[in-house]
């Protein structure tokens, strides 16, 4: 398995303002995904994309990926208090083995009301 | 999405005591468990990966005589702690490999403290 990279390591903005963070990644994927941890608290899946697609939504969340590049980027619209937590990304390496989900250090995000 | 449980989610023992906890996939069996481990403002570092029926593959610096991992069934994986000491304080998290390639459901975690 591989290991994304978060960037930046911390954001911070005002309610109501867009939040971007990216990922990238080293070899090629199968599909990526973005993970959301609120903290003290276990992880809660975001979004899938594959390898396949260059952009998905879910609601306020906008997800791009762009294999050239080898990087993802999770955009929050409309950003409110409660999406303060910490994102990460996990791809999936393709070329068959087992999914092992590991993780980067994570983008924190804190959205001041 | 699917279910995990993990239990406890917080727990103080003394140092020299063991601490077990539980990770439950509670609608879907789960072949492979991960377990890991989380300090402050830190990664989720994997820990091991547990497959139901065989013994855990542990990753590289996790001692495998301190840190007893069990999968007994398809829905169960344990972590169990031993002769716990106050620098394996940390944040342990359980994720269960869901049935399609790719998936991974995670536990709401574990706050251990070693007093």
């Known amino acids: 398995s591989q290991q994304g990279e978060e960037d930046p390591q911390a954001l911070s903005i005002q309610e109501g303002e867009n939040a971007t963070m990216n990922c990238s990644y080293k070899t090629s994927i199968n599909n990526l995904q973005w993970y959301r941890q609120n903290s003290g608290r276990g992880l809660v899946h975001l979004i899938l994309i594959r390898s396949n697609e260059r952009e998905k939504h879910s609601g306020r969340l906008r997800v791009t990926l762009d294999t050239s590049k080898k990087s993802s980027s999770l955009l929050i619209t409309a950003s409110r208090a409660a999406d303060t937590a910490s994102y990460f990304c996990a791809p999936l390496q393709a070329g068959g083995g087992s999914y092992i989900p590991t993780f980067g250090r994570g983008t924190s995000l804190i959205v001041h009301p | 999405g699917a279910v995990v449980s993990q239990h406890p989610s917080r727990v103080i023992c003394k140092s020299g005591t063991s601490v077990k906890i539980e990770c439950r996939s509670l609608d879907f069996q789960a072949t492979t468990m991960f377990w890991y481990r989380q300090f402050p403002k830190q990664s989720l570092m994997l820990m091991a990966t547990s497959n139901e029926g065989s013994k855990a593959t542990y990753e590289q610096g996790v001692e495998k005589d301190k840190f007893l991992i069990n999968h007994a069934s398809l829905t169960l994986s344990t972590l169990t702690v031993t002769s716990a000491h106050p620098e394996d304080s940390s944040f342990y998290i359980c994720?269960?490999?869901?049935?399609?390639?790719?998936?991974?459901?995670f536990g709401q975690g574990t706050r251990l403290t070693v007093v």
């Open positions: 994720s269960a490999r869901g049935p399609f390639r790719g998936e991974a459901f």
